[in-house]
């Protein structure tokens, strides 16, 4: 069964920079669009960007030139990386990989995990202290 597994998180502060990577194992999003999304406590999962196969990549306005995502692909793995840089207090949130579709709706950009998927990984932690 494919397993979706995030690092990279941690605490910093305002104007500062993380790298988060994910390692998606098996085949089972060999064919798919990836993304990153995040979820701050009491508000709903976001995404915020995605890239797909080809490794043309899209952003939600939000993180637009703040944040660049990039992948490796292999037969049986993909390796999926989010540079965020100049981040903000409102990037801090739980951060989690997942197959990810760009939707537009009313002149705005959403990123959604396509339904059924509910395999999401356990997360890693960004904290962006003012």
């Known amino acids: 069964q494919a397993q979706l597994v995030e690092s990279g998180g941690g605490s910093v502060q305002t104007g500062g920079s993380l790298r988060l990577t994910c390692v998606a194992s098996?085949?089972?999003?060999?064919?798919?669009?990836m993304g990153w999304f995040r979820q701050a406590p009491g508000q709903e999962r976001e995404g915020v960007a995605g890239?797909?196969?080809?490794?043309?990549?899209?952003?939600v306005d939000s993180v637009k030139g703040r944040f660049t995502i990039a992948q490796e692909r292999a037969f049986d793995k993909i390796t999926l990386y989010l540079q965020m840089n100049s981040l903000k207090p409102d990037d801090s949130a739980m951060y989690y990989c997942?197959?990810?579709?760009?939707?537009?709706?009313?002149?705005?950009?959403?990123?959604?995990?396509?339904?059924?998927?509910?395999?999401w990984g356990q997360g890693t932690q960004v904290t962006v202290s003012s």
């Open positions: 890239i797909h196969t080809g490794g043309f990549p899209f952003y």
């Open positions: 098996g085949t089972t999003y060999s064919t798919v669009s």
């Open positions: 997942a197959p990810a579709v760009p939707i537009h709706k009313q002149g705005k950009m959403h990123i959604l995990a396509p339904p059924p998927f509910r395999d």
